[in-house]
């Protein structure tokens, strides 16, 4: 069930999550929403608004240098008639809740496989790697006060369709609850919110991004 009045709280919570995760700047407020220091080539900069509200249209028109991302808990079609043409908005994100256990039946991994955690900021990786070292999926568990952020979920194209992804998502989730903290949250892309579903996630409310592209 899609949110429509989003708190700010939760915004606040899963930013510095993905701020921790990627050990930048932790997120400071500016005027209704919340501002990182990114410091990436392409992504100086993010602001996050758990709405469209004045003060993201206005920061939208002082903007003119590419590479500074808005984004908002709103779809599409809400912001393209109040911000100006030069921004260019992404490929649709969702941010999607799990306020329950995941629908996962216990599931394990393959012999082929082998595991390697790391830990630091808060956050939880664990990786799944092949017998010989080379990368198979990857994942992040950012704990933050109540909150469960995962981040970051990747498998490699010659690894997928083998159960990586749920085995992850069920390793995962097995340090969070087990570090007291039992709601999960997530930003999926159009694909990966598919397989979230599938495990028992929903759409809190749609995640929109905009950027002004670099003109070569």
């Known amino acids: 069930m899609i949110q429509r009045n989003i708190p700010f709280s939760i915004v606040e919570k899963w930013l510095t999550a993905w701020s921790l995760s990627r050990k930048l700047p932790l997120p400071s407020k500016y005027k209704s929403g919340l501002m990182v220091e990114v410091g990436y080539e392409n992504q ?13 249209v206005e920061l939208s028109q002082s903007i003119t ?3 500074i991302f808005l984004k908002v808990c709103s ?4 912001i393209k008639n109040k911000i100006a043409e030069k921004w260019i908005i992404q490929p649709q994100g969702y941010m999607m809740s799990c306020f329950h256990p995941m629908n996962i039946l216990n599931c394990t991994l393959n012999d082929e496989y082998k595991l390697e955690f790391e830990h630091y900021n808060s956050t939880y990786v664990i990786r799944i790697v092949t017998k010989n070292g080379a990368l198979a999926s990857i994942g992040r568990v ?3 006060d109540d909150l469960a952020v995962y ?3 990747l498998t490699e194209e010659n690894h997928k369709r083998k159960g990586l992804a749920t085995f992850l998502m069920q390793e995962l989730e097995k340090i969070a609850v087990a570090n007291g903290v039992y709601n ?3 930003v999926a892309t159009e694909q990966g919110k598919l397989f979230y579903e599938s495990i028992g996630w929903e759409i809190y409310c749609l995640y929109t991004s905009l950027v002004i592209p670099n003109v070569d």
């Open 75 to 78: 779809s599409p079609d809400e």
């Open 142 to 144: 950012v704990l933050v």
């Open 44 to 56: 100086k900069r993010r602001y996050v608004f758990t709405a469209l509200h004045e003060d993201l």
């Open 151 to 153: 981040d970051r979920i």
């Open 184 to 186: 999960n949250f997530l």
């Open 65 to 67: 240098q590419p590479g």
